[in-house]
């Protein structure tokens, strides 16, 4: 569990305001995701990144923006955050499928609540 | 894309019952068949998994078979526990994951 880390762990903030998330890494892992959790919905993939600088969109990539300038860190961005983004956000690492298997190791997870 | 159908969304059984949840998949390449266990306000964790050229793969209480030809695959639990009450989500590949079931078991 050391291995991968979040932060905030919680955060409140109001409609309209930017919001960052820190994912860190500590395994060397190519891969980085960043999935949101919510009731009904299991968890659903907002970005993905298969390398330093290299990121592409999930099925929810709507309304968020991420970067990784580094291998060990993932940022998601909530560039103005709706009560809609609402939800536990979790980040994962792991070797992908260059270099199986594909299993991922996740973070703690973050609570947002947008009010 | 891919999409994976996971069934029950919830199931209750008593303690020293088997448990099943059973996913579906639409891509045919994919390969890689992970299985997470996420109690009550932890992280997911691997349980357990199975590759496309295996059939079934054992691990003390817990199984996973697949059937490549239908594309399902299903988690089996037995001798269940108390301690096993979780949400366990299958997926498919490393980013397409199942909505979830929420197994209770009563003890």
């Known amino acids: 569990d050391a291995g991968i880390t979040q932060s905030p762990r919680h955060k409140v903030t109001e409609t309209g305001t930017p919001v960052t998330l820190r994912c860190h890494q500590t395994?060397?892992?190519?891969?980085m995701y960043w999935y949101r959790q919510d009731p009904g919905h299991g968890l659903r993939l907002i970005h993905y990144?298969?390398?330093?600088?290299?990121?592409d969109k999930g099925e929810v990539s709507d309304g968020y923006s991420v970067s990784r300038s580094k291998t060990e860190d993932f940022l998601l961005t909530l560039e103005s955050a709706t009560s809609s983004q609402t939800s536990v956000y979790f980040c994962a690492s792991g070797t992908g499928k260059l270099k199986g298997p594909y299993e991922q190791y996740f973070g703690p997870g973050t609570r947002l609540t947008v009010t | 894309g891919e999409n994976v159908e996971q069934h029950p969304s919830t199931l209750s059984v008593q303690e020293g019952d088997s448990a099943v949840i059973k996913c579906t998949y639409s891509?045919?390449?994919?390969?890689?068949f992970p299985w997470y266990k996420q109690e009550l306000g932890k992280r997911p964790q691997l349980i357990i998994d199975?590759?496309?050229?295996?059939g079934e793969k054992k691990d003390q209480r817990i199984a996973v078979t697949l059937n490549k030809t239908a594309k399902h695959f299903s988690l089996h639990i037995t001798e269940t526990q108390p301690e096993d009450s979780a949400v366990y989500f299958c997926?498919?590949?490393?980013?397409?994951f199942g909505a979830g079931t929420r197994l209770t078991v009563k003890p």
């Open positions: 997926a498919a590949d490393d980013m397409r």
């Open positions: 395994e060397n892992h190519r891969y």
């Open positions: 891509d045919s390449a994919s390969n890689y």
């Open positions: 199975i590759r496309s050229n295996v």
């Open positions: 990144s298969y390398g330093v600088k290299d990121t």
